[in-house]
């Protein structure tokens, strides 16, 4: 029977991987494309409401979970008020607290990642955002005294050099590919209210003359026209989210796994949902967005491209804390880095990204890391001789 349940826990823990795996190609091309696309309105959509709405569907996920976990522990008679009750009191007393540090770093790292995304091509920014490996790597060294071997050291050390090559800025590649595949609709101004509503892009011709100016611009006046992707506002941002997700995560897992209070996952994510709703009212909705959201109303530019994005991001957060108690937060973002490979496949496709050797050697160095780092380390003590005592 515990063989089976062995086999049964890795079986879950494996549909786990793979299904962040996807959520997490999906969430970065589907949060990149609710950026680049034209939005509804007058106006795109405030990102602080898309993460304060994540955090809403996980709390209410989270709340449901932890009912139907606590009512199997109670007689079928007992009176909701004290399931409830039950509920409340592993939420708020004890070292729930805890969780509002966490709650913070990951309200800033999900801020970050729509700053990062509107400003890098999908690609970019998951091979950037590997650095979290390293970051989660040295605060699993610190925070939970994890030790790691020489070999997993190297691997890191040559994903960070894969990172830096894929930073390097490449200007004329992107010249040259712009002059062959023409320009891609996400390079122009997003919106009338971008464009302080000089061009009207509800009439073709306008959108047409607007493309052949910046055109002939590209072509005479080097670097390209880019007014709204910015390169090394989105890089920082990637770069400091991964830092900012290491510390989250690994912080999280250290709760969840050495608490004394042995806390269940779906409490700590009630928690962790609590003071992260309060968090992105305060950082994001009021002091971030707050002027525009006064002017424009809270769901100014939802369409369902944006509803998409914020269930997937739910979806993906609600994975990452059961793949975080199976496994632990290196293998969560290990899976995570193969997604860059079909990030590039639906990138080519969809928006004309373009390889370049500097591209494809960076990448190739960091799933070079990736494969490296997740082979088992050498045991350097010889398990005991087996001794057959007659
Ligand atoms: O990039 P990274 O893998 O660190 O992202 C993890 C995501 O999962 C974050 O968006 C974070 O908000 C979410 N998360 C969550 N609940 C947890 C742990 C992570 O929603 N318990």
Same mark, same amino acid.
């Given at each position: 029977?515990?063989?089976?349940?062995? #086999?049964?826990? !890795?079986?879950? &823990?494996?549909? @786990? +991987?793979?299904? *962040? /795996? $996807?959520?997490? %190609?999906?969430?970065? =091309?589907?949060?990149?494309?609710?950026?680049?696309?034209?939005?509804?309105?007058?106006?795109?959509?405030?990102?602080?409401?898309?993460?304060?709405?994540?955090?809403?569907?996980?709390?209410?996920?989270?709340?449901?979970?932890?009912?139907?976990?606590?009512?199997?522990?109670?007689?079928?008679?007992?009176?909701?008020?004290?399931?409830?009750?039950?509920?409340?009191?592993?939420?708020?007393?004890?070292?729930?607290?805890?969780?509002?540090?966490?709650?913070?770093?990951?309200?800033?790292?999900?801020?970050?990642?729509?700053?990062?995304?509107?400003?890098?091509?999908?690609?970019?920014?998951?091979?950037?955002?590997?650095?979290?490996?390293?970051?989660?790597?040295?605060?699993?060294?610190?925070?939970?005294? #994890?030790?790691? !071997?020489?070999? &997993?050291?190297? @691997? +890191?050390?040559? *994903? /960070? $050099?894969?990172? %830096?090559?894929?930073? =390097?800025?490449?200007?004329?590649?992107?010249?040259?590919?712009?002059?062959?595949?023409?320009?891609?609709?996400?390079?122009?101004?997003?919106?009338?209210?971008?464009?302080?509503?000089?061009?009207?892009?509800?009439?073709?011709?306008?959108?047409?003359?607007?493309?052949?100016?910046?055109?002939?611009?590209?072509?005479?006046?080097?670097?390209?026209?880019?007014?709204?992707?910015?390169?090394?506002?989105?890089?920082?941002?990637?770069?400091?989210?991964?830092?900012?997700?290491?510390?989250?995560?690994?912080?999280?897992?250290?709760?969840?796994?050495?608490?004394?209070?042995?806390?269940?996952?779906?409490?700590?994510?009630?928690?962790?949902?609590?003071?992260?709703?309060?968090?992105?009212?305060?950082?994001?909705?009021?002091?971030?967005?707050?002027?525009?959201?006064?002017?424009?109303?809270?769901?100014?530019?939802?369409?369902?491209?944006?509803?998409?994005?914020?269930?997937?991001?739910?979806?993906?957060?609600?994975?990452?804390?059961?793949?975080?108690?199976?496994?632990?937060?290196?293998?969560?973002?290990?899976?995570?880095?193969?997604?860059?490979?079909?990030?590039?496949?639906?990138?080519?496709?969809?928006?004309?990204?373009?390889?370049?050797?500097?591209?494809?050697?960076?990448?190739?160095?960091?799933?070079?890391?990736?494969?490296?780092?997740?082979?088992?380390?050498?045991?350097?003590?010889?398990?005991?001789?087996?001794?057959?005592?007659?």
């Amino acid at each position: 029977a515990k063989a089976v349940a062995l #086999r049964n826990n !890795g079986f879950a &823990r494996n549909l @786990s +991987l793979i299904t *962040l /795996t $996807f959520q997490n %190609s999906a969430l970065i =091309l589907i949060m990149h494309y609710s950026r680049i696309m034209p939005p509804s309105g007058d106006h795109r959509y405030f990102t602080s409401t898309a993460v304060l709405l994540n955090e809403v569907i996980k709390l209410a996920v989270a709340l449901t979970l932890a009912i139907y976990e606590t009512s199997k522990t109670l007689a079928p008679s007992t009176p909701a008020t004290v399931l409830f009750e039950q509920i409340y009191n592993a939420v708020f007393s004890g070292d729930g607290w805890k969780l509002i540090l966490p709650a913070a770093f990951y309200t800033l790292q999900n801020l970050l990642q729509y700053v990062a995304v509107e400003n890098l091509d999908p690609v970019h920014f998951q091979v950037l955002y590997q650095v979290k490996i390293l970051t989660t790597a040295i605060f699993s060294v610190v925070l939970l005294r #994890r030790h790691l !071997g020489i070999k &997993r050291w190297v @691997s +890191l050390c040559v *994903l /960070t $050099f894969g990172v %830096s090559v894929v930073s =390097l800025p490449s200007s004329e590649t992107r010249v040259d590919a712009l002059l062959l595949h023409g320009i891609p609709d996400h390079y122009f101004p997003r919106s009338k209210h971008e464009l302080g509503q000089a061009v009207d892009l509800s009439t073709p011709d306008t959108h047409l003359t607007r493309r052949s100016a910046t055109y002939e611009g590209i072509a005479n006046d080097l670097p390209p026209p880019d007014p709204l992707m910015n390169y090394s506002v989105g890089a920082t941002a990637a770069v400091v989210a991964a830092v900012v997700s290491g510390l989250a995560g690994v912080y999280f897992e250290k709760l969840l796994k050495e608490s004394p209070s042995q806390t269940s996952v779906w409490i700590r994510n009630i928690q962790l949902s609590f003071y992260s709703i309060i968090a992105a009212t305060l950082g994001g909705v009021i002091w971030q967005d707050g002027s525009g959201i006064r002017e424009h109303g809270f769901f100014e530019g939802y369409n369902w491209v944006v509803w998409a994005a914020i269930g997937l991001q739910a979806a993906g957060g609600l994975i990452a804390s059961i793949v975080i108690r199976d496994a632990d937060n290196i293998v969560k973002n290990f899976a995570t880095s193969i997604s860059i490979v079909i990030s590039f496949i639906v990138s080519v496709w969809v928006f004309e990204f373009t390889v370049t050797v500097t591209f494809l050697l960076g990448t190739s160095l960091v799933l070079l890391a990736t494969y490296l780092y997740s082979i088992p380390e050498r045991s350097r003590h010889r398990p005991p001789a087996v001794r057959i005592v007659s």
